[in-house]
Nanobody, 123 residues
Framework: QVQLVESGGGMVQAGGSLRLSCAASGRAFSTYYMAWFRQAPGNEREFVGT????????YYADSVKDRFTISRDSAKNTVYLQMNSLKPEDTAVYYC????????????????WGQGIQVTVSS
């Protein structure tokens, strides 16, 4: 089983920045994906972005494109979500997710999830 531990959340003012981290452990990795999702109060959980671990190709939701950046440190088995120019609408619980094997399409495709971490953006 893969364990995912998120860190780096908190409260910032609009226009500020935060960097979230998600460290994965528990099994040797080969081909896999890691991703970020978020869920705001009253909303469904939505996709933020994903990265292919070996190659580092990233894909972002339109709502965060040009503001958020996903990267990874293979030596630490850690994925990062750098969030810049934060808006109050970015307030949510952020989750990291992990998928073995082929390209994921749906939220249910992900095999493991972190516990979630709160990000609050004040106006």
């Amino acid at each position: 089983q893969v364990q995912l531990v998120e860190s780096g959340g908190g409260m910032v003012q609009a226009g500020g920045s935060l960097r979230l981290s998600c460290a994965a452990s528990g099994r040797a990795f080969s081909t896999y994906y890691m991703a970020w999702f978020r869920q705001a109060p009253g909303n469904e959980r939505e996709f933020v972005g994903t990265i292919t671990w070996r190659v580092g190709i990233v894909y972002y939701a339109d709502s965060v494109k040009d503001r958020f950046t996903i990267s990874r440190d293979s030596a630490k088995n850690t994925v990062y979500l750098q969030m810049n120019s934060l808006k109050p609408e970015d307030t949510a619980v952020y989750y990291c997710a992990f998928k073995f094997g082929g390209t994921p399409t749906y939220e249910s495709d992900y095999d493991y999830w972190g516990q979630g971490i709160q990000v609050t953006v004040s106006s």
